[in-house]
């Protein structure tokens, strides 16, 4: 596993699409690009994906997209990298996260590793952050001999999509081979890096070279198929736990997490399981962080079986996409439906409508289906409606109730006891016993709420029952 980082939130917009397959983000924070809309969205995204989060830094030079080296004091300088740096903790911490590293950009990255008055500026701009911070760097650079003086904790940076000249200078952009922009050729490229420890230089020659972060420039043309690659060769795996789970299954665990790396590792073996057809195995069946593997009486010796997916785990060659889907559910919020909800809007400083809005912003990716037929584990839920399940449980809990508990949201497929904070009630059917798909959606998918009236409620209600109401759906790259 290596760590592979982008530079993002710089007006690409294909962060949704980079961020399954890295594990590292520099986000522009002003400089020469970003806002404070477009470092919310990514540090929201970011936080969805479990990726570390950095400062990228650069001049104050927009209109160059800072790419051009400026004479500033070393006043006007200084206050700028700390206040692009400062703005983004703040917004992080808005969202729970910290900091991980710095990188500065464009220009500013060229000048602190080749001017040793510029790079004394920027680390006595960086002071505040050099014990919570590693510093993004050349490992070779001046500036990470001077950080390491100071205490700076230096993480040494290459580049999959650029190529290097002899000084391991970056070769300049405006040169036609200045980019490696096939996924095959970066691929090569990281591999020389991370085996032998050198880079294959413009002129041909080898150098060596030391990496612990592979960065891929969002802007870089095939960026996506970049990472992904390296992502499929070097990315991101699991130590499983594999253990009998009775007479006639096995039990595959991730760590126990729930978040969206997992998910995708999860349905993604369970895929690889599946096109293996290994003879015995009957059914499959995933969870937040587990498969159950459900066997035959063919299959005599777990251990045997437990080699064989551990080594089809440790092979696997194809990247896995979760799906695009996006079901749109019909909830009504009237408290005679959500008897909670009064309740949990004071619990939390919020009024009614400020609770139903934050139901519905969000595109909830369904982890897993169960425990009762149908039921839905929803993730993504906003944090300000995260509240612990009741202590006593409700013995009766209707059809379509719609609930939070902790950190997740959920609708009750049928009626039965439950502990969750009652908020609404759909008036779909989520399991169709007499129908060949008895639930309409799949682990993997999502589902997005939106408000409706108590007679748009009755309607729907009367077109579930009489077989014509037809759900809808979209498809969306987020």
Request: glycine share 8%; aromatic share 8%; net charge negative.
């Amino acid at each position: 596993m290596i760590d592979i980082n982008c530079d993002v939130g710089e007006g690409t917009g294909n962060e949704h699409l980079l961020f399954p397959y890295i594990s590292s983000c520099n986000i522009a924070c002003g400089g020469h690009a970003g806002d404070t809309e477009s470092m919310r969205s990514i540090l929201q995204l970011a936080k969805r994906h479990h990726i570390n989060v950095g400062a990228h830094p650069s001049y104050p030079d927009r209109a160059n997209f800072g790419r051009k080296s400026m004479t500033l004091s070393a006043d006007e300088l200084s206050t700028s990298i700390f206040g692009q740096i400062k703005g983004l903790q703040q917004l992080a911490h808005e969202f729970g996260l910290t900091l991980h590293h710095i990188k500065p950009h464009g220009a500013l990255y060229h000048d602190v590793c080749q001017k040793e008055e510029v790079a004394g500026i920027f680390l006595e701009a960086i002071e505040e952050f050099r014990t919570s911070c590693k510093l993004c760097v050349p490992g070779h650079s001046r500036i990470a001999q001077l950080a390491l003086d100071k205490g700076f904790d230096v993480c040494s940076e290459v580049f999959a999509d650029r190529n290097y000249n002899e000084d391991l200078s970056l070769v300049n952009r405006t040169a036609i081979d200045a980019l490696i922009t096939d996924p095959t050729v970066a691929a090569e490229h990281v591999e020389n890096m991370i085996s032998k420890k050198q880079v294959r230089t413009k002129s041909g020659k080898f150098v060596p070279i030391q990496g612990q972060t592979y960065c891929v420039h969002s802007d870089t043309k095939n960026s996506v198929d970049i990472v992904r690659h390296l992502y499929l060769k070097y990315g991101r795996t699991y130590p499983l736990t594999f253990k009998p789970f009775g007479a006639s299954a096995l039990l595959i665990e991730w760590p126990e997490q729930m978040n969206e790396s997992i998910l995708r590792d999860v349905l993604a073996f369970k895929e690889t399981i599946e096109q293996a057809a290994i003879e015995g195995i009957n059914e499959l069946v995933p969870s937040i962080h587990s498969i159950t593997v459900i066997v035959d009486s063919t299959i005599q010796d777990f251990d045997h079986l437990i080699k064989e997916l551990q080594a089809l785990y440790n092979s696997r060659s194809e990247p896995f996409e979760l799906p695009r889907t996006i079901w749109k559910v019909p909830v009504c919020y009237d408290e005679n439906f959500g008897s909670d909800i009064k309740e949990l809007a004071e619990s939390h400083s919020l009024s009614k409508e400020e609770v139903v809005q934050l139901h519905t912003k969000s595109n909830y990716r369904i982890y897993a289906i169960g425990f009762l037929p149908g039921f839905l584990y929803l993730g993504g839920l906003d944090e300000q409606l995260h509240t612990d399940r009741k202590e006593t449980p409700r013995l009766s809990v209707p059809s379509g109730a719609v609930g939070i508990g902790g950190s997740q949201t959920g609708i009750y497929p049928c009626e039965s006891p439950g502990g969750w904070h009652l908020i609404g009630n759909s008036p779909l059917n989520f399991f169709d016993q007499t129908s060949d798909q008895p639930c309409f959606a799949y682990a993997g998918e999502r589902i997005q709420f939106y408000a409706i009236s108590q007679d748009e409620y009755n309607e729907i209600k009367k077109q579930v029952e009489s077989g014509q109401y037809r759900l809808r759906k979209e498809e969306n790259d987020d």
